[in-house]
């Protein structure tokens, strides 16, 4: 008997068997038996900035503009892409949740039945739990009445290391930071034109419809791998792990991570010796090291480009 995980050969005897399979002696890898496979899914998404050849994706419904931050590798332009790896769920759960253009499009598409929005970045999380309460109308108020320009701006950013900020002025302080922002990256300068991104009547149009679902959003600013160990036992889930970039990540985002291996360690780990829970889906910058980190049975492993064309 051969464990397809870590290779170990020996006799039958030398596996523990359980009620679905046999559990190697070397790695706790499973072994299941004919007719008792996990079907939960787990993908790997790989992007390159210039994929030639790209296969055109078909275009679907769903509302790629929901969310009214911008981000860095943010996922609007890749949503149809990422769709045929999502199967349907009750909870989509967000581990970096940024922006959360997927998560927000599935849930308004009443694809999913609850959104988990978690991020460990505290601006990014007292703007979604802000947007979330019902003090989502004093922060809408303060968007209307808000005329960008560069004094502010950096004001705003200064304010935004104090640890004294109540949640609702670092949601509007942060959302300012985000818009007017180049690329929305939270250490940069400002645009050079800053108003072209901030429209008042817009972004309270869309942070009350996001309010108008809150009912079905838990908002939390817990540690990415925790959460993703907590959420990953019930089989409803589906947890959409987005890290920051290897390769410019530092550079993007102020909470910085460099748990990529401890992270690959702790999903192969889950789905080795206790699969069939939550679906994994996972979205990177297409870097050598995350094929061997990932190399692993029952994950699949695909490249896509974020310049491609869509068919209707």
């Not at 072994?31 to 790997?44: C, I, P």
């Not at 929005?117 to 009445?145: G, H, M, P, T």
């Not at 034109?193 to 079905?216: A, G, N, V």
């Not at 990953?232 to 993007?252: A, H, R, S, T, V």
Request: hydrophobic letters at 35%; charged letters at 30%.
């Amino acid at each position: 008997m051969r464990c397809e995980y870590c290779g170990y050969i020996g006799e039958k005897e030398d596996f523990e068997e359980g009620k679905d399979g046999f559990w190697c002696p070397m790695c706790d890898g499973v072994l299941y038996k004919e007719g008792k496979e996990s079907f939960s899914q787990t993908h790997v998404i790989l992007e390159q900035s210039k994929l030639k050849n790209s296969t055109p994706v078909q275009k679907s419904k769903l509302k790629k503009r929901l969310s009214p931050l911008r981000y860095p590798g943010g996922k609007s332009k890749l949503i149809d892409q990422l769709l045929p790896y999502i199967q349907d769920k009750e909870c989509f759960v967000e581990a970096f949740c940024g922006g959360s253009s997927l998560g927000l499009a599935l849930l308004d598409a009443g694809k999913i039945h609850k959104l988990v929005l978690n991020d460990l970045d505290r601006n990014v999380y007292a703007f979604w739990k802000i947007v979330c309460s019902n003090q989502y109308k004093e922060l809408n108020d303060k968007i209307l009445e808000y005329s960008p320009i560069k004094e502010t701006y950096f004001a705003y950013q200064e304010r935004l290391k104090s640890s004294d900020l109540s949640d609702l002025d670092r949601a509007f302080y942060f959302l300012v930071i985000n818009r007017c922002s180049f690329s929305g990256i939270q250490m940069a300068n400002p645009k050079s034109d800053m108003k072209d991104r901030w429209i008042p009547k817009s972004l309270t149009e869309r942070i009350k419809k996001i309010h108008s679902m809150s009912d079905y959003i838990e908002v939390r600013n817990n540690d990415a791998m925790e959460l993703i160990e907590e959420m990953y036992w019930n089989p409803k889930n589906c947890i959409f792990i987005d890290p920051p970039y290897i390769e410019k990540g530092d550079q993007l985002y102020p909470v910085k991570f460099h748990l990529h291996q401890e992270l690959a360690e702790l999903i192969t780990d889950l789905l080795r010796e206790f699969p069939g829970c939550a679906d994994l889906l996972l979205t990177y910058d297409d870097q050598e090291i995350l094929h061997q980190l990932y190399n692993q049975n029952h994950i699949g492993i695909h490249i896509i480009g974020r310049n491609y064309s869509c068919r209707r």
